[in-house]
């Protein structure tokens, strides 16, 4: 049988083997690939380099990603889908420096393409592999990790029911402490209650099974009682960790940063930052490139008839907030007869508004009056996909109204999103339905992921263009 902690005792020499296994993997796709293309293995100077620099970025892209990181606490398809970002980021920036370097014409394209399709295969392979080997080694109590919980509150009890949900991380906890066990029951989970030990560092010598972690799940307030139980182990080389109670805080897209030697709680940050910026605007211009390309010859036949079949400009332009709140211009195929309202007011279309034209009944109903917000995309106002851009009077009116109701301007607004494509578009007549749509666009934000915009950019062709909700 194997040791229980054999992965624990050489997880260094192991991340090492990983990173190796992974370079090994993409570089025989690459030896594959030519094979494929030339029928030999007699790769010129120029291949060997691009082998050795896809390497090097593998290391940096790879560590970036935090690919290497413990994956115990991730999930399956958590894992899989950082690695994909993480080969697709490798493989742009290859393909980037091609471009730069004006090189990409010694090289095969079919040899690329065949090398980009083949290392992900091969280490989606080797990773799922990997993830299946371990939860089989951890659902049988082998490189497990053993914990006890201080703390059988609201944030311990919940913290004990994830875990004896995924029992495949490898965490096995032994008891939960707490100091006031006469309120507590006497299992939570299956798992022992007990009174918290005086003496902490006895009580862990004279265990019979070493623990590995000590997870503090106690509130904010009890920084004190905090401090005791860490001067109490501080002979031990027991992990500790101190689980944030943030219930009620109503954390948005939450996460640790290090703040000049300081941890801190981003209690709500925007996941438009490094990477993630810089992916989302090339997804951005690319798509908004290819789409007006191809919708062109549409585009001026709606602005020609617009123009023909009633008074007024072709686009309608509106001020809206954008990323951070600040104020965009966005346009429109003008679906209405020209009208002014009272300075600040803006009324929404309603069913059998009479402001609407023949033509731009069409237009609202097909959401073909969205494509000049391609251009709106392209100048870097608006992202393809995103939370759909309100009038200014409507968000001073619910930004008070609905709680956290402004983070919908932590990301660029967007043409699509997650609320349209679950059928929360058009008229919102009420808070309560307006208190929806902003919950879809806040789940959107808090999940971002290229994949989801894919999926969400995917969803709009199947039923995002036609919704009754629309007039």
């Known amino acids: 049988m194997l040791p229980r902690g054999l992965l624990k005792e050489y997880s260094k020499s192991l991340a090492i083997l990983l990173h190796a296994l992974d370079i090994a993997a993409i570089t025989a796709a690459g030896l594959a690939a030519f094979y494929y293309r030339f029928g030999n293995l007699d790769l010129p100077s120029r291949y060997l380099d691009a082998l050795g620099?896809?390497?090097?970025?593998?290391?940096?892209?790879?560590?970036?990603?935090?690919?290497?990181?413990?994956?115990?606490?991730?999930?399956?398809?958590?894992?899989?889908?950082?690695?994909?970002?993480?080969?697709?980021?490798?493989?742009?920036?290859?393909?980037?420096?091609?471009?730069?370097?004006?090189?990409?014409?010694?090289?095969?394209?079919?040899?690329?393409?065949?090398?980009?399709?083949?290392?992900?295969t091969l280490l989606l392979i080797f990773r799922c592999s990997l993830l299946t080997l371990l939860r089989m080694m951890r659902s049988h109590r082998w490189n497990e990790r053993r914990v006890i919980i201080i703390g059988a509150g609201e944030l311990g009890v919940a913290l004990a029911e994830s875990l004896q949900q995924a029992l495949w991380t490898g965490f096995r906890i032994l008891a939960i402490f707490d100091d006031n066990v006469s309120e507590k029951p006497v299992l939570i989970c299956g798992i022992p209650v007990r009174l918290t030990p005086?003496?902490?560092?006895?009580?862990?010598?004279?265990?019979?099974?070493?623990?590995?972690?000590?997870?503090?799940?106690?509130?904010?307030?009890?920084?004190?009682?905090?401090?005791?139980?860490?001067?109490?182990?501080?002979?031990?080389?027991?992990?500790?960790?101190?689980?944030?109670?943030?219930?009620?805080?109503?954390?948005?897209?939450?996460?640790?940063?290090?703040?000049?030697?300081f941890s801190a709680l981003n209690l709500n940050s925007s996941p438009m930052v490094g990477v993630n910026r810089w992916l989302k605007a090339c997804e951005d211009r690319l798509f908004?490139?290819?789409?007006?390309?191809?919708?062109?010859?549409?585009?001026?036949?709606?602005?020609?008839?617009?123009?023909?079949?009633?008074?007024?400009?072709?686009?309608?332009?509106?001020?809206?907030?954008?990323?951070?709140?600040?104020?965009?211009?966005?346009?429109?195929?003008?679906?209405?007869?020209?009208?002014?309202?009272?300075?600040?007011?803006?009324t929404q279309a309603k069913t059998n508004d009479g402001r609407v034209t023949k033509l731009g009944k069409f237009l609202r109903k097909t959401s073909l009056d969205e494509l000049p917000q391609f251009?709106?995309?392209?100048?870097?106002?608006?992202?393809?996909?995103?939370?759909?851009?309100?009038?200014?009077?409507?968000?001073?009116?619910?930004?008070?109204?609905?709680?956290?109701?402004?983070?919908?301007?932590?990301?660029?607004?967007?043409?699509?999103?997650?609320?349209?494509?679950?059928?929360?578009?058009?008229?919102?007549?009420?808070?309560?339905?307006?208190?929806?749509?902003?919950?879809?666009?806040?789940?959107?934000?808090?999940?971002?992921?290229?994949?989801?915009?894919?999926?969400?950019?995917?969803?709009?062709f199947v039923h995002g263009f036609l919704d009754k909700n629309a007039y």
């Not at 994949?451 to 950019?457: G, Q, R, T, V, W």
């Open 198 to 261: 005086d003496d902490l560092s006895s009580y862990l010598l004279q265990l019979e099974e070493t623990i590995d972690e000590i997870w503090i799940a106690m509130p904010l307030s009890a920084e004190e009682r905090v401090k005791q139980l860490l001067h109490k182990v501080r002979h031990h080389t027991v992990s500790v960790r101190f689980v944030l109670d943030t219930f009620g805080l109503g954390l948005f897209n939450h996460s640790v940063s290090n703040l000049a030697g």
């Open 53 to 120: 620099i896809a390497a090097l970025f593998t290391l940096w892209v790879f560590s970036f990603f935090h690919v290497y990181e413990s994956i115990r606490a991730k999930s399956f398809w958590e894992h899989v889908g950082t690695l994909i970002r993480a080969v697709l980021v490798v493989l742009m920036l290859l393909a980037g420096l091609a471009f730069l370097t004006e090189s990409g014409e010694y090289f095969s394209r079919s040899w690329f393409i065949s090398w980009a399709v083949l290392s992900v």
């Open 288 to 346: 908004a490139g290819i789409i007006l390309v191809v919708i062109s010859p549409l585009f001026l036949l709606i602005a020609l008839l617009v123009k023909l079949t009633s008074k007024g400009p072709v686009f309608f332009k509106q001020l809206r907030h954008g990323w951070d709140g600040h104020i965009i211009k966005i346009y429109k195929f003008r679906t209405m007869f020209a009208h002014q309202e009272a300075l600040g007011q803006v």
């Open 375 to 460: 251009i709106n995309v392209l100048q870097g106002r608006m992202s393809i996909v995103g939370p759909r851009p309100h009038a200014l009077s409507h968000n001073e009116f619910y930004k008070d109204s609905i709680k956290a109701y402004m983070q919908r301007h932590k990301v660029k607004p967007g043409i699509t999103g997650w609320a349209q494509v679950n059928g929360w578009r058009g008229e919102t007549e009420t808070l309560d339905k307006m208190e929806k749509r902003v919950g879809y666009d806040l789940f959107y934000i808090d999940h971002w992921s290229l994949a989801f915009d894919c999926k969400i950019i995917l969803l709009t």
